[in-house]
């Protein structure tokens, strides 16, 4: 069965400091993996994804992910955070195919002090 | 494309009474997800569709839950009876996907359902 492990559940950081978020999968086949985004208050958006070709994923805001195939992983990052990057960020997991689930981590909850 | 459309937006109801959440996907989509959203339990899928069929509904807490789709345009979730315990948001969202291509799930606005 599909898991999806996110292991920081609250990070609070400074603005311009680094982030990484950690994302953990759990599925034997082929994936389809994401992380979005929901600020307060509203539905979730997409951030980026990623099906196949170049692991190394760019979305908006800056924000990139890394697929390590090896590792079960589909890490977050971002060089430089902003007070408007405070939101809660989700990863999730669809399994290949057209079985379409699609699965998300508990989340991390985002503070950035300006 | 309006995107996916949930409806109502927020839903206040007395403990007992029957509560229907709906959703319209995005049109050409062929799967449609159901999720719950609380504090304490985060985001958790209760159900899915693909081509209007309920694939996996082992996510639906109990039998006070079902939902339908009763077309490729048009779902409901309905609780009944309702419990204090069901307040959380609910968020459909839909997406495509077939053998060679997929994209990502879109979400609604969700429904704020409060059960007093």
């Known amino acids: 069965a599909q898991s999806v492990s996110q292991h920081n559940h609250h990070v609070i950081l400074s603005e311009a400091a680094s982030l990484e978020l950690g994302c953990n999968y759990s599925y034997g086949g082929t994936v389809n993996l994401f992380w979005y985004v929901q600020y307060p208050g509203q539905h979730l958006q997409l951030l980026l994804k990623y099906f196949s070709g170049d692991p190394l994923v760019k979305g908006i805001k800056g924000f990139e992910a890394e697929f390590i195939k090896s590792k079960f992983s589909f890490n977050l990052r971002k060089p430089s955070v902003q007070w408007s990057d405070t939101a809660e960020y989700f990863c999730a997991v669809k399994s290949g195919g057209a079985t379409n689930k699609l699965i998300f981590g508990t989340g991390t909850l985002l503070a950035v002090q300006p | 494309d309006a995107g996916v459309i949930q409806s109502p937006r927020h839903e206040v109801t007395e403990m007992g009474q029957e509560v229907t959440l709906r959703c319209k996907p995005i049109?050409?989509?062929?799967?449609l997800f159901w999720y719950r959203q609380t504090m304490m339990r985060g985001l958790e899928l209760l159900i899915y569709?693909?081509?209007?069929?309920?694939?996996?509904d082992s996510g639906m807490p109990e039998d006070r839950f079902s939902a339908k789709m009763p077309n490729a345009s048009f779902s409901t979730l309905k609780i009944q009876p309702s419990e204090p315990r069901d307040s959380a948001v609910y968020f459909c969202a839909s997406s495509f996907g077939s053998g060679r291509s997929n994209t990502e799930a879109f979400f609604g606005q969700g429904t704020r359902l409060t059960v007093v």
């Open positions: 569709f693909n081509n209007n069929v309920p694939i996996d």
């Open positions: 049109s050409g989509h062929n799967s």
